[in-house]
């Protein structure tokens, strides 16, 4: 078993005690430095990182291995890399690239039936007279068609 299959089984095995939270990306380097990154449905804190770090640091250091480890949360700014975060993220504003780079910014619905749900809105003619209305639509786009989404942070 390579290193990296271990400390994810450990993360793994680890996050079974926190259901809220889940792994977003292990990486390994050539020399050992381990990098987790976790998000959670309600966020992450400090303890969640000192826990999940500790289930994977005192394996390895019985085991022998020579490693650095940083266990950290997932970046505000981050795109989003599973379903899991589209779903905690509905309600917010966010801009999504489809594969073919088209861009798209709105309310972020939540995800139906293997599709991210968004709520656009722009400014059509009125039917009748001049001026335009504020219109909204939803559109559904297939999770594999999204290249990249990620939050709108306001300040």
Do not use: W
Request: charged letters at 35%; hydrophobic letters at 40%; one cysteine or more.
């Amino acid at each position: 078993m390579s290193l990296e299959e271990k400390v994810t089984a450990l993360v793994d095995s680890a996050l079974e005690a926190y259901p809220e939270l889940f792994s977003t990306d292990i990486t390994v380097s050539s020399d050992n430095v381990i990098r987790v990154v976790l998000d959670g449905d309600k966020g992450v804190n400090i303890d969640d990182c000192i826990h999940i770090s500790r289930a994977v640091e005192v394996p390895l250091d019985a085991e022998g291995y020579d490693f650095s480890l940083e266990v950290t949360s997932y970046g505000a700014a981050e795109p989003f890399r599973l379903e899991r975060q589209f779903k905690k993220n509905a309600g917010r504003e966010v801009e999504l690239v489809t594969i073919g780079g088209i861009k798209h910014k709105g309310l972020l619905k939540g995800i139906a039936e293997g599709k991210v749900v968004l709520e656009t809105e722009t400014r059509e003619p009125k039917a009748v007279g001049k001026g335009k209305v504020t219109v909204k639509k939803e559109h559904y786009f297939d999770v594999e068609e999204v290249k990249e989404a990620k939050v709108i942070i306001k300040f």
